[in-house]
Structure formats: structure tokens, C-alpha cells
């Protein structure tokens, strides 16, 4: 005998009866097998009759499974906005001559990065599997090329920090000829930064829509804009907190840019969706983290435009707008974990796109039609 983990979707059977102790069993029409039950002549249904509801499921279980990420998903969803909106930032500072931005962001987009993989391997469980994602290239595939993009951000953003940190440090690591290798390198691996960061922080939003989750799925066609203006929120929040407000000029001006993409892009995507795969995002914890993030962005975005040459409100200001890029990767990750539990989540939303490609004269359709 084998078992599943599907056997766990299977209702409890009962008891089992020896062949030919049961009498008088026979099949009556529309009521399934019949048997005769303790309780006299009277006849017990084996299958009991169907009941028919708009959004039933088999066995009353979700039409698709949830994926298995859990807070570490989510973690790293935020922290790699926060790395990409970084390294942009960083290779800004570079070309406009701002040595304490330009050394803040590497170092920030490095340890962001740095920590964020560290929860994706958790989730994955074994370091391998992560690297067995970089043995080939799948155009086509998200997550393949989210890989090479993490992989190539990562690196390119430790030789960066590995200039910054020997710069701190007076140079008096001993690192020999491999100095002037490291600093020669610094400049295109600031650059590198610079390409690869809005990736890193969008290629997420599509990954998730990718997937067959209906509220993620029915925000694919905006998901990635609302991910790059949170991590535009995050990586300026995070730099008006660590560098002084001389040269925080494109840190702001790279939060208000955010503040007012971050605003325009979520009720856009909103008004695009199914109305109905649209709801998990207004309801329970992801309707109160989202509601609180659009208020935080507000307050950040208000701080940095009348106090963001003082220190004080800058860095306030920049918590804010940390704070608020988090609430909505954490919203919008449990949005769609959530839209899965609710077979109606999945069923209206298709029977609306059938009825509306019938009524465009496209017949002998599938109800799982998903454009």
C-alpha cells in the first residue's frame, strides 16, 4: 500500500463490512447506495447527496494550492527592493560625486542583499538548491533569470563595498597588489549596480504574478510598477537615515518620485483587476499593512519636501518611507496566500472571463481560460 499527501484531502471513510453480511443492499435512483442500518429497515445513503453551490470545490478543498513560502518569502521580497533601489542609488551618487551616499548605498545594498539571500536559502532549505538554479538560463522563466539577476547583483555590490570598506579603513588592509585590481574594478561594479537594480527589485512582482494565485495573477500587468516605486520608498528611506542631508539630494528626490508612483500605481492596479480577486487586498491584514503604507508613504513623502534639510526630519521622514515600502511587500504577499483558501476567488474571476469572450463570439471556450 502507498500513500500521498494527497490521501490527507480524502474525507474519513467508514468502517469496512465483511462480504455478505450486509443484506438487502441495492441502488435506488438519485440517492447512490443504499445499506440497511442499525436502526431497523430503515434505509442510510453511503454517498450522500451532492449539494450544488456557486463556488463549490472537491471536497470542499481550494481550487489551487497555496505555495509553501512563509515569512522568509516575504523577507526577502522586501529586502530586495531595498538592495536594487540601493544600487541604483549608489551608482547616482557615483556619477554626480557624492562619496558619502555613493559608500552608504554600496554598503547598504550589500548587506540588504546579503541578508535577504539568507532568507530565500532558509526557505529553500539546502544552499544547493540555490545553485542548482544557476546550471542553465530559461529566458522564459522568472525565476531563472531573477537567479542570475541576484547572483550578478550580489557580486558586482561585493566588490563595490570591498572598495568602500578599504577606503574606511585608511587602506591599511593587507591586500597587496589585489588593491589596485579592486579599485580598478570598483567603477564597473558600480555600474553593474546601476543595471542590474531595477531587476532585482521588480523581477519579484513577476515571479508572484506568474504564478497561478488569482490575486497575484489578475495584478500582473501592474504588480511590477507598484515593486519598483516600494523599493524606490525603501532605498531613499534607508539612505535619508544613514547619510547626512548635504548629499541627500537624490535620495529625496528619489523618495518623492517613489511617494507619487507608489500612490498612482496601487489604485491603477486595483482598478485593472477582477473586482473580486481584487478584495484580499482590501481585507483582513493585508487590507490594514496596505492601508498603512499608503499613510506612511504620505507622512514620508510630506517630511522629506518641508523638512528634508533637517536631520532630524529626514531621518524620521526615511523610516516612514522604509517602513511603508515593507507593509505593502508583506500586504501584497499575504494578499495572494490569502486569495487561494477561497474557491470563489478563483471561480467567479473565470466565469466572468468565459461569459465575456462567449459574448465576444468566441464559443467552445474553457471556464479556465485565463485571458
Known sequence: ??????????????????????????????????RRGAEGAREMPVVP?????????????????????????????FLGGVAGGSGLLAFGAQLTDRPVLRRNARLSALTTVGVGS???????????????????????????????????????????????????????LPLGPIRAVLHGAEPAAGAMMGLLGSPLAGYTAVLLSDTAMPTWNAARGDLPFLFVSSAALAASGLAMITTPVEETGPAQ???VL?????????????????????????RGTPGQLLTWSKRLAIAGG???????RNRWVAAASGAALLTSSALTRFGVFQAGINSAKDP??????????????????QTGDSITTAV
Open 1 to 34: 500500500m502507498t500513500a500521498s499527501e494527497f490521501d490527507s484531502y480524502r474525507p474519513p471513510e467508514p468502517p469496512r463490512r465483511r462480504r455478505g453480511s450486509g443484506k438487502g443492499r441495492r441502488r435506488a435512483a438519485g440517492s447512490g447506495w443504499l
Open 118 to 172: 539568507l532568507a530565500l536559502v532558509a526557505d529553500l532549505g539546502r544552499p544547493e538548491r540555490f545553485l542548482n538554479m544557476l546550471r542553465t538560463i530559461k529566458p522564459t522563466s522568472p525565476m531563472s533569470l531573477g537567479s542570475w539577476v541576484l547572483a550578478g547583483f550580489g557580486t558586482s555590490s561585493g566588490i563595490a563595498a570591498a572598495g568602500e570598506v578599504d577606503r574606511l579603513l585608511g587602506e591599511r
Open 49 to 77: 447527496d451532492a449539494e450544488v453551490e456557486p463556488y463549490s470545490s472537491y471536497y470542499g478543498r481550494p481550487v489551487v494550492k497555496a505555495p509553501p513560502w512563509k515569512k522568509e518569502v516575504a523577507t526577502y521580497l
Open 253 to 255: 528626490a528619489l523618495a
Open 258 to 282: 517613489g511617494v507619487a508612483g507608489d500612490l498612482v500605481a496601487e489604485p491603477v492596479m486595483v482598478s485593472r483587476m477582477d473586482p473580486v480577486a481584487a478584495e484580499p487586498l482590501h
Open 344 to 361: 470563489r476567488y478563483t471561480i467567479e474571476p473565470q466565469r466572468r472571463r468565459l461569459e465575456a469572450r462567449r459574448a465576444a463570439g
Open 302 to 308: 510630506v517630511g522629506t519636501l518641508l523638512g528634508g
